[in-house]
C-alpha cells in the first residue's frame, strides 16, 4: 500500500485576443480534490451567467467520506445547475443558456473524469499525454465516422458546435471516465480555446514543467501568440504522494475498484 496524494495546483484564463467577454469560468478545490472548467456558450445571451452558475454550485460543496460520496454530490449539484439554466432560458425567451463543463475528481487513489461538451481533460503519466475525455461535437463525430481527419476538421464550418451541454436539454447528460490515479500524475483542464491553437505535443511539453503554474502560463502565452480566437482557460494539477495517509481501495464505480483491488494482489 502506498501513500495518497497532495496537490500542487494553477490556473489561468484569459479573454483572449478577439472576444471581449470571458465566458469561461475555472474552480479549483485541492482541498476536496476537485477541479473545473466551464465555457459559456457564446451567442446564446448567457454564457457567462451559465459558467458561473457551475462554479457557484460547487464552491461550496463539502468534503465527502468516499469516492461515491464525492462524485454523487458533485452530480447532484450539476443536475441542479442544468435544471436552473433551463429555467433560465424559458425566462428570457431563449433557446439555451448553457455551459460546457469538464471536471476531474480524485479521492484517496482514483480519479474521474466528467464531461459534458468539447472542454478536455489531458492526463500526463509517464511522460505520455492521453486526452481522457471526448469531444462531444460534430465535427469529433465526423472524425469518428471517417469523414474527417484531425486536419480536415480544424477548418471545419461547424468545428464549434456541440452536442451536448449543460442547460441544452432537461437532463444533464454526463460521461464519466475513472481509474487509478498515481504519484506524478499530471492532470490538464482546458477549455476549446487552448486545443484551437495549441498541440498535444507543445501540452505534454508544457506539463513536464516542475512549476503547474508556468505550464498555465507558458500555455496561455503561446495561445496568445497564435491569435486567441477564443477565451483560454486551464488548470494543471499534480498529484504528489502523501505518505501521511493510506492509499484508498474505494473507486468511484465498484468495477473499477474491483480492477484496481486485482492489479495490487
Known amino acids: 500500500m502506498t501513500g495518497a496524494f497532495t496537490f500542487r495546483t494553477a490556473s489561468a484564463s484569459h479573454v483572449g485576443k478577439v472576444r471581449k467577454?470571458?465566458?469561461?469560468?475555472?474552480?479549483?478545490?485541492?482541498?476536496i480534490g476537485l477541479w473545473v472548467v466551464a465555457d459559456g456558450m457564446g451567442g446564446h445571451g448567457g454564457g457567462d451567467v451559465a459558467s458561473r452558475s457551475v462554479v457557484a454550485a460547487l464552491a461550496t460543496l463539502a468534503p465527502q467520506p468516499s469516492a461515491a460520496a464525492l462524485l454523487g454530490e458533485f452530480e447532484a449539484r450539476i443536475v441542479g445547475v442544468n435544471a436552473e439554466l433551463r429555467a433560465l432560458a424559458?425566462?428570457?425567451?431563449?433557446?439555451?443558456?448553457?455551459?460546457?463543463l469538464v471536471a476531474v475528481l480524485v479521492h484517496g487513489a482514483h480519479f474521474a473524469c466528467v464531461w459534458c461538451g468539447d472542454?478536455?481533460?489531458?492526463?500526463?503519466?509517464?511522460g505520455a499525454l492521453a486526452q481522457i475525455s471526448?469531444?462531444?461535437?460534430?465535427?469529433?463525430?465526423?472524425?469518428?465516422?471517417?469523414?474527417?481527419?484531425?486536419?480536415?476538421?480544424?477548418?471545419?464550418p461547424r468545428r464549434n458546435v456541440v452536442t451536448r451541454a449543460l442547460g441544452a436539454a432537461d437532463q444533464a447528460e454526463l460521461e464519466?471516465?475513472?481509474?487509478?490515479?498515481?504519484a506524478g500524475d499530471r492532470f490538464l483542464l482546458?477549455?476549446?480555446?487552448?486545443?484551437?491553437?495549441v498541440e498535444d505535443a507543445e501540452i505534454a511539453a508544457s506539463l513536464a514543467a516542475d512549476d503547474p503554474?508556468?505550464?498555465?502560463?507558458?500555455?496561455i502565452a503561446l495561445t496568445l501568440q497564435r491569435g486567441a480566437s477564443?477565451?483560454?482557460?486551464?488548470?494543471?494539477?499534480?498529484?504528489?504522494?502523501?505518505?501521511r495517509t493510506v492509499r484508498s481501495n474505494g473507486g468511484w464505480l465498484r468495477a473499477a475498484a474491483a480492477r484496481s483491488e486485482a492489479k495490487r494482489e
Open 119 to 126: 472542454s478536455r481533460v489531458y492526463l500526463l503519466r509517464g
Open 90 to 100: 424559458r425566462s428570457r425567451g431563449a433557446s439555451v443558456v448553457g455551459t460546457t
Open 176 to 182: 464519466i471516465v475513472d481509474g487509478p490515479a498515481f
Open 21 to 31: 467577454l470571458n465566458e469561461d469560468s475555472v474552480l479549483a478545490r485541492p482541498e
Open 190 to 197: 482546458c477549455s476549446d480555446g487552448l486545443t484551437a491553437h
Open 230 to 243: 477564443d477565451n483560454v482557460s486551464l488548470i494543471v494539477v499534480v498529484c504528489d504522494p502523501d505518505q
Open 134 to 156: 471526448r469531444d462531444h461535437s460534430e465535427v469529433q463525430d465526423l472524425i469518428d465516422r471517417g469523414v474527417l481527419d484531425k486536419e480536415e476538421a480544424r477548418t471545419w
Open 213 to 219: 503554474q508556468k505550464a498555465c502560463d507558458d500555455l
